[in-house]
């Protein structure tokens, strides 16, 4: 018992079949997650294997009525009765040093929630790599969407309302004030967390990062990566179904409001993302 950590993880899941590895991955040492809370949509509780109970004693299913990875999570943050929590999804992964890193960092920082740099699985590179020497797409990100130039631009967020995270091999501090981190690994102090559903949108949440770290900001909040956490993901896929093409846009057209993007920009965008979309379906075929 000694050995729990004073934490709690929130994993919103559909029923992922990476469910149980991210687990295993977290409780693969001594010292161990006083709680991990698994949150599922009710009808989705069938595609969980009982048995994770059994083999993992500080493992809890906690069920809801509702579906929405945002809804769901909340609901276990809600649950949380350790000082610090940590939000993972249910396809990362992190292992123990980088979770006492972040509750290292937490202890010395109070009105603060941390991130790792997030790596892909695939092949260890940053999932936002830094030296792009295509022309046109520096055009693109400083001019159009209004990003900052050169490394500025790591953890910002652009005037168009699009992010860009932080990249590993040019981090040169230990840490990194941002102006968002991905939802899909991200620590609180218990007092601070964000109990309102800031995403009125069911399903997979696009842009929900974004809407939470600045609900977080304006709570004043700071928000930080730190280059002593890693957490590994597959890289993110710009969706391929047009209804799920669709959702993104309304969420991105919703987080424009919360960052108040100028039309202009906001139009100019998502004519980019039509035309990614289209682009895309051309080269599948």
């Known amino acids: 018992m000694n050995n729990l950590l004073n934490l709690t993880i929130v994993i919103a899941t559909v029923g992922e079949k990476s469910l149980l590895r991210v687990i295993k991955n977290i409780n693969s040492t001594i010292s161990k997650p006083r709680k991990i809370l698994v949150v599922i949509y009710k009808k989705n509780l069938r595609?969980?294997?009982?048995?994770?109970m059994n083999s993992h004693k500080n493992v809890e299913i906690v069920p809801t009525n509702s579906p929405g990875q945002v809804y769901q999570r909340i609901e276990g943050f809600k649950l949380a009765?350790?000082?610090?929590?940590?939000?993972?999804?249910?396809?990362?992964?992190?292992?123990?040093?980088?979770?006492?890193?972040?509750?290292?960092?937490?202890k010395t920082h109070k009105n603060a929630s941390v991130g790792p740099c997030f790596l892909d699985i695939k092949n260890n590179l940053p999932i936002h790599?830094?030296?792009?020497?295509?022309?046109?797409?520096?055009?693109?990100?400083?001019?159009?969407?209004?990003?900052?130039?050169?490394?500025?631009?790591m953890g910002k967020v652009s005037k168009a309302g699009t992010n860009f995270g932080v990249d590993f091999f040019f981090l040169k501090k230990k840490l990194i004030p941002v102006e968002w981190i991905p939802g899909g690994?991200?620590?609180?102090?218990?007092?601070?967390?964000?109990?309102?559903?800031?995403?009125?949108?069911?399903?997979?949440?696009?842009y929900e990062d974004l809407i939470h770290s600045k609900m977080l900001i304006q709570r004043k909040i700071k928000l930080f990566i730190i280059k002593n956490a890693i957490?590994?993901?597959d890289f993110p896929k710009f969706p391929e179904k047009f209804k799920d093409f669709i959702k993104c846009i309304v969420s991105y057209k919703y987080s424009c409001k919360i960052y108040n993007v100028?039309?202009?920009?906001?139009?100019?965008?998502i004519i980019l993302y039509f035309i990614r979309y289209f682009k895309n379906q051309i080269i599948k075929k």
């Open 47 to 52: 595609k969980i294997n009982k048995s994770i």
């Open 81 to 106: 009765k350790t000082n610090f929590v940590m939000q993972i999804d249910a396809d990362c992964f992190i292992d123990n040093q980088s979770i006492k890193e972040m509750i290292n960092f937490l």
């Open 129 to 153: 790599k830094l030296n792009n020497n295509y022309q046109i797409f520096n055009i693109l990100k400083n001019l159009i969407l209004g990003f900052p130039t050169n490394h500025s631009i």
């Open 262 to 269: 100028s039309i202009v920009r906001k139009y100019i965008c």
């Open 231 to 233: 957490c590994k993901t």
């Open 185 to 206: 690994c991200l620590m609180h102090h218990k007092k601070n967390l964000y109990l309102k559903n800031y995403y009125p949108f069911k399903g997979k949440a696009y």
